[in-house]
């Protein structure tokens, strides 16, 4: 069965479009960088209705770039990513309800912190695996904490949710109000700060090297690089940036509910960002807001044919389209540079 | 007889009937992953395609509740083998995240199609008057409908078993599993062969899917909300093996019987703890290869 | 300081009752210039691959420099020196030239483990690469995707990697094998030019390149040593002369 055990990037198509840059223009900003920050802006003043929910599109942003991160550049394919997000949301959650600690900014910093560590104990067990055991292994840790919450409810409300959550204002001035403001900016700044550290770290010597993990690991031991151990860094790191989208989820709800453990939450990031594109970063963007987007369209109209268009776009994505949208996007630009040329 | 004896036959009973679903639904999806490498989320839907075309098939032709499980089985199993032209064939050779995603978005979208074509809410099947009831087997007495499905899942494990090791495609299959290149260099036709035992595996799967209708219930969420479950089963196990599967699914259904049985609060707990324990031991599965 | 660069002793590998190695005793000498041959499925490469930790022996003891690296990590060997080339090339094919060449580099000077700073901003790793690039004459190829380099390119991006990871043995697997000749010529060029501090064994089935190159061979059979010795004695031996010079 070497198509199990064996490196899992085979035909996988999972270049980023900068390979072909040179190494020192690379993680030089482009103009077209801009672009989402501004529409985030944009948005602040055109959609002022819709905060609460641009709030939470941010949020599965934070999510996505997580988890492109191990599976976009490092190739570790997981299907237990709520774990961290999960416990990111009840740090924050249960700092506030059973510590009274409502200050909001240290307590993102827990639950990242809280992330991080699950993070870094679970990666250390499970990065010794690879292929479908590691897929097994991601998705029953994941299920196990699910569990886990759930047989604890005395301390995280269990099915019922964990109320009794009340964040102080921000800086000592902004709340959360009803519309969500506030919690809009105090996402965006969060979101920024993230990419900034991630993409930071995508264009560092250990970034390019997760790459070279992702598209020949053999090599990657035969040049003398410590897989495991920056396997298990990367996973952390990871882990942690889920975190914080955990734990600004539960701040800005007030409210966790099991569902953010869920097997649902794991499959939905990972839609997400294929649909997007993996190893870009901006994947992320995009597919957060499409698919967030769409579905809340969409089910206006009736779940159930949400549920199948998803899946049908899924299906058209990994058959036709497998670098996401953004990849078909670049793909058709290219194309057309190449006809008109 | 004493308390304690009464509810360990009970635990043991009850876990009994919910591992013959586990390995009849499973089994297929074993071979699938054994033989061709093949990373399918999207398993547990032809049981659940199995269980809505048994209650279909009885309300319109009109027939009993096992002609039309067989009935189900077939068509499911034909049905199947145009999904695996369409869509499988083609990833084969891919890295597993496609066809994990290719898997998942089948899931959706059967999730959906059946939501819009049978609703929303569990449907129920009519079980015929002589599976109804309890049965006394010396010992005590036993809800009929359960000793029936385990009896089908011992006969159907003993079936395939010995049709696996036995018959001339039995041993082509195990052949291929074992070593696909070598196989092929002997003149087994690997695709062909695979079409075969996939049509087979969603066939009994989809009986899998109709038997359990009375245990655990059908909605279109099924195979969403059993995915894991089944998939489990076949890792622990070990892919491609009758037998891993068989006792996979034993050993689980019991363990979640027992857990849920003794520590309610404890839900699922159990069965995914043991899951990773096992996994963590031997990360081929219980009976998979190990090099 | 003894003048063994890298030793074997009593190596077995089984796989099941299959014996693909056979109590190889094995000796190169610090700045040795020396061939391993034999027939296809002698067991060369499943040599390199127990020196170099892809595989685990079965019995046996492996020493590096003095060292025991018997149960010792791929790459941490390859911190200590121990540096090879695949018979199968093993590159980065979504990765540009040039990259694969700095994650090599990178790897090698500590610089991989910087989480914060570009790559970009390293500039002595890129200047490196490019400097080995050019000894290849590959420097016009560095910003060409792997992937669509033609093969016989990518057999120098092969040795061009092993050297930027500063070997002190260099393990050779055949890389001059189904390479055009103006290739292959400017691989034995640049390996002449090592320095001579380097222990370098290479895997070869060209006699010519072997007899140019090496002061000493050994000859590989069934995965077993058959004979080792000066080029003049090996091709004065009855033994390899009849299972396998005969063949060229
Ligand atoms: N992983 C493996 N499993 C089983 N047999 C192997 C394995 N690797 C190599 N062999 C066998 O070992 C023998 C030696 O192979 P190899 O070292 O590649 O020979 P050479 O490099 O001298 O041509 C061959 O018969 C090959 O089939
Ligand atoms: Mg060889």
Redesign the pocket.
Known sequence: MPSLVGSHTRRQQMQPTQNNQHPSRRHRWHLAEALPWVIAVGAYFVFPDYLAFGTQILITIIFAISLDLILGYAGIVTLGHAAYFGTGAYAAGMLSAHLGWNEPISGLVLAGTAAAVMGWISGLVLLRYRGLALIMLTLATAILLYELANTFEDITGGFDGLLGIHISPLLGKFDNDLWGHNYYWYTLTVLVIVFLAARRVVFSPFGRSLIGIRDNVQRMHAIGTPVYRRLVTIYTISAGLAGIAGGLFAQSNAFVTLDVLGFARSGTILVILILGGTGRLYGAFVGAVVYMVVEDELTKLSPEFWEFGVGLVLVLVVLFARRGLLGFITDMNELMHKARS | MSEFLNVVISIVFDGLAYAMILFIISVGLSVTMGLMGFVNLAHGVFAMAGGYATVAIMSQLGIGFLPALLCAGVAIGVASLVLEQTLYAPLYKAGELDQLLLSIGLVFMASGAFTYFFGPDPISVQIPDYLHGQIDLGVRSFPTYRVFMIAVGIAMALGLWISLERTLIGARIRAAVDNRPMAEAVGINVNRLFKLTFALGSGIAAIGGGLAIDILGLTPNFAIQYLVLFLIVVAVGGLGTIRGTFVAALALGIIDNAGKYLWPEGGAFFIYAVAIAILLWRPSGLFGRTD | MSSTALQTSGLDKN?GA?R?ARNINFELQRGARHALI?P???????LLNLITGVLRPSAGRIQLLGTDITGMGQSKRTRLGLVRTF?INQLFKGLSVLDNVCLAIAERTGVASSLLVPLGHHHQVIDEAMHLLHMLRLDGDAMQLVNQLPYGRQRLLEIVIALGQNPQVLLLDEPAAGVPSAESQLILEVIDSLSDDIAILI?EHDMEIVFRFAKRITV?MT?AILTEGTPNEIAADDRVRAIYLGDY
């Not at chain 3, 296809?40 to 499943?46: D, E, H, I, P, V």
């Open positions: 796989f299959l693909i034999g296809n499925g002698a067991g060369k490469t499943t018979q895997i590989m995965g």
